[in-house]
C-alpha cells in the first residue's frame, strides 16, 4: 500500500483551467519553429489535460449552428 500511494498520486495530474490553455495554446501558435501539424499534436495533448469545461461552449456553439 505505501508504495501505491505515490503512483495515484502522480498519476492524478492537476487539470489546466481555460486562462492557462488560452495562454499556452496562443504561445504555440505563435512559434515560427514548429510545424502546424506538431503544434496540433502538442495542443490535443494540452487539451487531455485541460478542464473539459472550457470547451463545453464550443461544442454548444456548434450544434446551434
Not at 10 to 24: G, K, R, S
Amino acid at each position: 500500500m505505501f508504495f501505491t500511494l505515490p503512483l495515484l498520486l502522480f498519476v492524478q495530474a492537476p487539470l489546466l483551467n481555460c486562462e492557462e490553455y488560452d495562454w499556452i495554446t496562443g504561445t504555440l501558435s505563435r512559434s515560427t519553429t514548429m510545424s502546424v501539424s506538431t503544434q496540433a499534436d502538442i495542443r490535443s495533448v494540452i487539451m487531455e489535460q485541460t478542464d473539459p469545461a472550457c470547451f463545453e461552449l464550443e461544442v454548444e456553439d456548434a450544434k446551434a449552428d
